[in-house]
């Protein structure tokens, strides 16, 4: 199975600064056929189900704001928000679909907070 | 707009089961599989498995083949997932998602169960 890391575990950041969340795949989650990255980002604020951000690592889900980018390929991976707002306060996790069977695998999460 | 809305929240002791129901709305039910992920407290998201409502096929994690079973009733447009052997450690939040072949796009808001005896 595909496992995923994210460093760091948590962050803080001040407000209107850049946030980074890297994320890395034990194995290439990059498609060479269609040449997409099978590859997805999700916020989850505290009592909230996960929000969809990215997917095909760098392609913003409609509503989105567009301080959230996502950029990577093959195994490393990288969310960035622009200039943190204090309702991005949250946990973002990544996740793999490249591997599916056996099935969906998530990040351990990243959590960002205001300094 | 499309919904899914889960049951509430439930209580089993040690060895029971479960059932969870995610009923979806604003779409055709039969299009989109539906996976189900859980979240103990303060811990991350963990994939369960999948089903297809239109065929009714399945996909478990291996983590629990022979202990979860994915269902559907199609004329109410609703998804099961049953959790059998209950154990302390599977006390989470339990979500269905709609899967739509690049991502889960929508979330159910979440089923609390705890196991306790």
């Known amino acids: 199975d595909i496992v995923m890391t994210q460093s760091p575990d948590s962050l803080a950041v001040s407000l209107g600064e850049r946030a980074t969340i890297n994320c890395k795949s034990s194995q290439t989650v990059l498609y060479s056929s269609n040449n997409k990255n099978y590859l997805a980002w999700y916020q989850q604020k505290p009592g909230q189900p996960p929000k969809l951000l990215i997917y095909?690592?760098?392609t913003r889900e409609s509503g989105v704001p567009d301080r959230f980018s996502g950029s990577g390929s093959g195994t490393d991976f990288t969310l960035t928000i622009s200039s943190l707002q204090a309702e991005d306060v949250a946990v973002y996790y990544c996740?793999?679909?490249?591997?599916?069977?056996?099935?969906?695998?998530f990040g351990p999460g990243t959590k960002v907070d205001i300094k | 707009q499309v919904q899914l809305v889960q049951s509430g929240a439930e209580v089993k002791k040690p060895g029971a089961s479960v059932k969870v129901s995610c009923k979806a709305s604003?779409?055709?039910?039969?299009?989109?599989?539906i996976n189900w992920v859980r979240q103990a407290t303060g811990q991350g998201l963990e994939w369960m498995g999948w089903?297809?409502?239109?065929?009714?096929?399945?996909g478990y994690a291996q983590k629990f083949q022979g202990r979860v079973t994915m269902t559907r009733n199609t004329s109410i447009s609703t998804a099961y997932m049953e959790l059998s052997s209950l154990r302390s450690d599977d006390t989470a939040v339990y979500y269905c998602?709609?899967?739509?072949?690049?991502?889960?796009?929508?979330w159910g808001q979440g089923t609390l169960v705890t196991v306790s005896s």
């Open positions: 089903m297809n409502p239109h065929s009714g096929n399945t």
């Open positions: 095909w690592a760098s």
């Open positions: 998602a709609r899967w739509v072949s690049k991502a889960f796009d929508y």
């Open positions: 604003g779409y055709t039910f039969s299009s989109y599989d």
């Open positions: 996740q793999q679909y490249y591997n599916t069977p056996p099935g969906f695998t």
